[in-house]
């Protein structure tokens, strides 16, 4: 379906993503899967096409769009039907390498944002902590100022590139007296930095071309000048950075029910039973019909609020409400079309079982459904 919102542009900007990734994803997705990571060229091709600095300044290599091709972007990821490449990308992209546009300094774009925009320095970002997820204020990572240096000592969980990045991006108590979301700083962290390990590549359902760590910080040095924003006010830069972390999820998410019902309606008309194929049943094509229905609605609402925030509208209430429709329609999706392959569904070569099992995140990671529901119910009272 068409939409209002795109110029011709944004439309050869789709184009373009989806080249890519049926030339160079697809393919050989099945082989990152088993690798537990994708390559590093890849990731470097992606960024010659400019595809990591969708919103960054073109002084830096960035092509200055806004957030209506940032949503193409990982909608065209999602379509990919590999959840983990999808999560390598678009962490980097839009998740964690938006901390350095956003609160860098000068001098910290200069250092490091081409390279990154190059697809050279692969960014993570690390918030999460063992006893505190949806909960960020809880966090205990500690950073304590010592001379010219920050000392951070603590430990962060589930962390998206954390094995392979080269720019973490940490978020750590700087005031250990203050209340709740007070006191939080971010830092720039260097891979190799003395104090820093990864201390176990975590095995998961899903994602599995995409590697998710633990880190630790024991006695870590981080360089003053390695401050990202204000000190103490890490918490709310974290907070403006989840609203566009909600819109790419649910522009993921919508890819992949997309791909989902394309392979579904492919194999349900050619699958044969009852003297017919199973498009024959009724009661499977409107399923599909239905799913498609909601697809279509999830997404003219993504590309909406894609749309206001182009126009500089807040969406907190509206991304929150797509982040927690889009997490649970994906899931719901991959459910009924799963099901619908029967037991190749459940074999480990189907595309629809990876894909089923990569959906499953999508309704806890990045802001759990209820969580952005309580975004949801808070901003309805106002
Ligand atoms: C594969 C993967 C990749 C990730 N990547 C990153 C990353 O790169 N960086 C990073 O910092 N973090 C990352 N995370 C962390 C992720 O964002 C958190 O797991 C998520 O925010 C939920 O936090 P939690 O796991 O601590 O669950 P908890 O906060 O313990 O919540 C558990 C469950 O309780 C329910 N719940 C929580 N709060 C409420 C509430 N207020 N009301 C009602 N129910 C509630 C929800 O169902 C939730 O799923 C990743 C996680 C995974 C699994």
């Not at 991959?334 to 894909?355: K, L, P, T, V, W």
Request: aromatic share 10%.
């Amino acid at each position: 379906m068409r939409s209002i919102y795109f110029t011709d542009e944004q439309e050869q900007f789709r184009a373009q993503v989806a080249r890519f990734i049926a030339r160079e994803v697809r393919p050989v997705g099945d082989a990152w899967e088993e690798q537990g990571m994708v390559p590093r060229k890849v990731l470097r091709q992606m960024g010659e096409l400019g595809f990591f600095g969708i919103r960054y300044p073109l002084q830096y290599g960035g092509i200055e769009a806004g957030p209506l091709s940032t949503a193409i972007f990982a909608e065209e990821c999602g379509k990919s039907g590999f959840g983990g490449f999808s999560a390598t990308v678009l962490v980097h992209s839009d998740m964690a390498s938006p901390h350095l546009v956003n609160a860098g300094s000068q001098a910290q774009l200069d250092r490091y944002l081409e390279r990154v925009i190059a697809g050279e320095l692969i960014t993570a970002v690390a918030v999460t902590e063992p006893d505190a997820g949806s909960d960020v204020a809880r966090m205990r990572t500690r950073a304590r100022r010592e001379g010219d240096n920050y000392v951070l000592d603590g430990s962060k969980m589930f962390i998206t590139n954390g094995v392979h990045a080269d720019l973490y991006f940490v978020a750590a108590k700087t005031d250990s007296e203050a209340n709740g979301s007070r006191g939080i700083s971010m830092f720039i962290m260097e891979k190799g930095t003395p104090g820093l390990s990864v201390g176990r590549e975590l095995k998961k359902t899903g994602w599995l071309c995409s590697d998710t760590a633990e880190l630790v910080f024991e006695g870590c040095r981080v360089p003053a000048e390695n401050l990202l924003g204000d000190e103490n006010k890490g918490f709310y830069s974290i907070m403006q950075n989840f609203q566009n972390e909600r819109l790419v999820l649910g522009a993921m998410a919508v890819g992949e029910c997309d791909r989902a019902l394309e392979l579904t309606r492919e194999y349900v008309q050619t699958r044969k039973a009852f003297g017919g194929v199973l498009w024959d049943k009724q009661v499977i094509r409107q399923r599909l019909a239905m799913f498609d229905a909601r697809l279509q609605a999830a997404r003219q609402f993504l590309y909406n609020i894609a749309w206001q925030m182009e126009q500089g509208v807040d969406t907190a209430k509206e991304v929150s409400m797509l982040k927690a429709l889009c997490g649970e329609l994906v899931n719901e999706t991959m459910y009924a079309c799963q099901q619908f392959h029967g037991g190749y569904g459940y074999i480990r070569e189907s595309e629809i079982e990876r894909m089923f099992r990569d959906a499953r995140i999508h309704s806890i990671g990045g802001g759990a459904t209820e969580v952005m529901l309580e975004e949801v119910a808070k901003r309805s009272l106002q």
